[in-house]
């Protein structure tokens, strides 16, 4: 059974389509690309299946369980997580605390207690403490914990929303654009990072891309988005050679040269 | 010397109004400008208590907070729910505090816009300083646990917060309550510090001076708030000789702030022991290097 399988989906703002009638279905320990040229329909997708969108038709199964129209907390709490486009922290908190404020769920003391400061309080928040300390280590951020967060360059700020994500325990991890704007030796190393985090945590990941190269090397399976539809799906091979691919990519006259 | 004391009680009775608010304003990002309106409710609750039911001071400031904190969620459900953000959140806890002032001049037991006079003076200074050191405490004891941190995220980015499974609505109306709370023990207190109140000693001009506190204090931190309160209330008093000068005066600390300190007093930092020592060494520091140029 597919970890994650979305059935015609559809999705309108007032007049415009931006995602219309798309399926596919991701089995566990996979890790699918979701290309597509810009304004494509990719991060709708995410945001219909995170729950900030409620999809206008269709439907979303997330482990043989109808998520569609569910809220953005309960679709988390069922073990979905994801990274932003446009990377987005807790940038007055400092790094450590970013990941601390994700284990809340964790810290298992009520009000009360954390009004009056118990020793309960203090010893689980010196455990969530060591916890995140663990999740900064696999992105490789110990050095920087007590920094705040927007005080990182901009690779690392993408580490730790990578961190915050894997904090929040899940079975799918959806990346948005992990790679963007960063060099290729930067690439290189989220290559490394994704394929190291995935086998330690057994994620199953999509991956929206821009960067070929790095949705080349990392997902053996790709879905091609074009004006909010489908395009096609296959391997990395079936979609390198695909007319119909480079039509989208680098319009009409390309594909007649 | 009375008179002094009498300002230090007055500076910490708003301290404990000016604290909420910095949870819920600072901390969680939300403006309000009806926070006087629980100060009422509070003040309103425990002077009817302790006036016409002689209840112990204690219980009736106890019950002043529980009933600001129910109005609160009146006022908060419809209105967090909805996500009002911003201005639009702004705007309607405006209109919620002028709504609470009229009702409270219309209500028979309020005595409406005449006030209820002679109530029983049972917040002495140490009260007063008591209540204020305890909030400040449990204040810093919320913003370090589990429910200040998702406050703090909620108010950084409340996408990413709500996609990491924050409820935005729960921390916000738990900050709210909390606010409201810690204003209507300010109000308890304040009625039984004056021993007379009347609806016309909670309007807008009180809001506002609790948020610009909050704001000119620092937006994340709750120390910065404390010494906006101080200054607020200190100067204008100072000033009492040239009567024409204070709301000027008030007015110049705004904008001066403004200019030298746009991120509040503290910024997001808070005063510490640690900050002042460090605060001395620097300035030391600036006097030798001065010197050595001289």
Same mark, same amino acid.
């Given at each position: 059974m597919a970890l994650i399988e979305l059935k015609n989906v559809t999705k309108v703002f007032g007049g415009i389509v931006a995602v219309k009638n798309v399926s596919f279905s991701v089995e566990k320990d996979e890790i699918i690309g979701l290309i597509g040229p810009n304004g494509a329909g990719k991060t709708t997708i995410f945001n219909l299946i995170t729950g900030v969108y409620d999809a206008t038709e269709g439907k979303i199964i997330f482990q043989g369980r109808d998520i569609t129209g569910e809220n953005p907390v309960t679709i988390v709490k069922s073990g979905i997580a994801r990274t932003f486009q446009n990377i987005r922290l807790f940038n007055k908190l400092s790094v450590l605390e970013n990941i601390r404020t994700v284990l809340f769920r964790k810290a298992d003391y009520n009000l009360a207690n954390a009004l009056l400061r118990t020793p309960k309080v203090v010893r689980i928040e010196k455990k969530l403490c060591d916890k995140s300390l663990e999740?900064?280590? *696999?992105?490789? %951020?110990?050095?920087y914990i007590n920094n705040r967060a927007d005080s990182l360059p901009y690779g690392l700020q993408r580490k730790l929303e990578i961190a915050r994500a894997l904090a929040l325990e899940p079975k799918l991890l959806l990346l948005d654009e992990p790679a963007a704007g960063m060099n290729p030796d930067e690439c290189l190393d989220l290559i490394e990072l994704i394929t190291r985090i995935k086998k330690e945590y057994n994620l199953?990941?999509?991956?929206?891309?821009?960067?070929?190269?790095? *949705?080349?090397? %990392?997902?053996?399976r790709i879905v091609v988005i074009n004006f909010g539809e489908k395009l096609m799906e296959g391997s990395k091979e079936e979609v390198q050679n695909d007319p119909r691919v480079l039509k989208a990519y680098l319009g009409e006259e390309y594909s007649y040269a | 010397m009375d008179y002094i004391l009498g300002v230090i009680a007055v500076i910490c009775i708003e301290t404990i109004a000016t604290v909420g608010l910095a949870v819920f304003t600072g901390f969680?990002?939300?403006?309000?400008?009806?926070?006087?309106?629980?100060?009422?409710?509070?003040?309103?609750?425990?002077?009817?208590?302790?006036?016409?039911?002689?209840?112990?001071?204690?219980?009736?400031?106890?019950?002043?907070?529980?009933?600001?904190?129910?109005?609160?969620?009146?006022?908060?459900?419809?209105?967090?729910?909805?996500?009002?953000?911003?201005?639009?959140?702004?705007?309607a806890t405006l209109g919620f505090g002028e709504a609470i002032r009229v009702i409270l001049e219309n209500m028979s037991i309020t005595q409406g816009a005449r006030g209820l006079p002679g109530i029983k003076h049972y917040t002495t200074l140490p009260v007063a300083i008591f209540f204020a050191v305890l909030v400040l405490w449990l204040t810093k004891n919320f913003i370090w646990s589990k429910y200040g941190r998702n406050a703090i995220a909620v108010r950084?980015?409340?996408?990413?917060?709500?996609?990491?499974?924050?409820d935005l609505f729960k921390v916000r109306m738990l900050s709210l309550i909390y606010s409201a709370m810690c204003a209507g023990l300010a109000g308890g207190l304040f009625?039984?510090?004056?021993?007379?109140?009347?609806?016309?000693?909670?309007?807008?001009?009180?809001?506002?001076?609790?948020?610009?506190?909050?704001?000119?204090?620092?937006?994340?931190?709750?120390?910065?708030?404390?010494?906006?309160?101080?200054?607020?209330?200190?100067?204008?008093?100072?000033?009492?000789?040239?009567?024409?000068?204070?709301?000027?005066?008030?007015?110049?600390?705004?904008?001066?702030?403004?200019?030298?300190?746009?991120?509040?007093?503290?910024?997001?930092?808070?005063?510490?022991?640690?900050?002042?020592?460090?605060?001395?060494r620097w300035i030391s520091r600036g006097k030798t290097a001065g010197r050595k140029e001289m």
């Open positions: 999740f900064l280590e *696999v992105v490789g %951020l110990t050095d199953t990941i999509i991956m929206i891309e821009h960067h070929m190269d790095v *949705v080349m090397e %990392l997902c053996p | 969680t990002g939300l403006f309000s400008l009806g926070h006087a309106a629980f100060m009422a409710i509070g003040a309103y609750t425990a002077a009817i208590l302790t006036y016409f039911y002689n209840a112990p001071f204690i219980l009736a400031l106890i019950a002043g907070m529980i009933m600001s904190g129910l109005i609160s969620i009146i006022l908060g459900f419809p209105t967090l729910r909805a996500k009002l953000r911003g201005d639009y959140f702004a705007i950084e980015d409340a996408v990413a917060a709500e996609m990491a499974g924050i009625a039984h510090y004056l021993n007379f109140i009347q609806p016309v000693m909670f309007t807008s001009i009180l809001s506002t001076r609790l948020t610009s506190a909050v704001v000119a204090g620092g937006m994340g931190s709750i120390t910065g708030p404390v010494i906006a309160v101080a200054l607020f209330i200190a100067v204008p008093e100072l000033l009492r000789v040239a009567n024409m000068w204070r709301l000027v005066a008030y007015g110049l600390i705004l904008v001066l702030i403004m200019i030298y300190r746009p991120s509040g007093i503290m910024g997001y930092h808070e005063l510490s022991f640690e900050a002042i020592k460090n605060l001395l």
